[in-house]
């Protein structure tokens, strides 16, 4: 049973950590562009992401912890000696570096530029280039976070655990 509720825990991260930035990227970020004033939009903008990134760092942690206990039973198991596992997990995991990488790019240095600018009172040009920085790196990271859930799919399935012992 403890398996099942690591395992759980693992999903629910997953979906905590995913789907707010598709939520941010598809919807509330191009919702809140609308805001005429441009100082009250910065403030909700503000309180929005700073929001979502301790809603995900938070989900980031529980993803690494549950994620070192998942793969120590995958060793137990015998499933890394699947060479198709092996890869699949492997790729996984540099995506996963990747992720906690921009994650943290985005959150400690893209995202305090961009209220520095903010607060600064900054041209319009430097605005608008550490947004684009600050999209680009947000994009990324869900590019990379919805890769992570296909080889957590093709981890669960039978097909990782075929074609023979590496």
């Known amino acids: 049973m403890f398996e099942a509720i690591v395992l759980w825990l693992h999903i629910l991260a997953a979906?905590?950590?995913v789907g707010p930035q598709v939520f941010l990227v598809?919807?509330?970020?191009?919702?809140?562009r609308t805001i005429e004033d441009v100082r009250v939009r910065q403030r909700v903008?503000?309180?929005?992401?700073?929001?979502?990134?301790?809603l995900g760092g938070a989900a980031l942690g529980v993803l690494v912890v549950t994620g070192l206990y998942n793969y120590m039973k995958a060793s137990d198991n015998g499933f890394l000696d699947y060479k198709r596992y092996f890869i699949t997990l492997q790729i996984k995991l540099t995506l996963v570096a990747v992720v906690v990488v921009l994650t943290?790019?985005?959150?400690a240095v893209l995202g305090r530029r961009l209220q520095r600018?903010?607060?600064e009172g900054a041209s319009e040009a430097d605005?608008?280039?550490a947004r684009q920085w600050s999209m680009i790196a947000s994009i990324a990271t869900?590019?990379?976070s919805i890769a992570?859930?296909?080889?957590?799919?093709?981890l669960g399935s039978i097909w990782s655990k075929m074609g023979g012992i590496r």
């Open 15 to 17: 979906v905590v950590f």
């Open 26 to 32: 598809a919807v509330a970020l191009p919702a809140l």
């Open 45 to 54: 903008i503000s309180s929005v992401t700073r929001g979502f990134g301790s």
């Open 104 to 107: 943290i790019l985005h959150g």
């Open 117 to 119: 600018l903010q607060t």
């Open 127 to 129: 605005l608008a280039q």
């Open 142 to 144: 869900l590019a990379a």
């Open 148 to 154: 992570i859930l296909l080889c957590a799919a093709i």
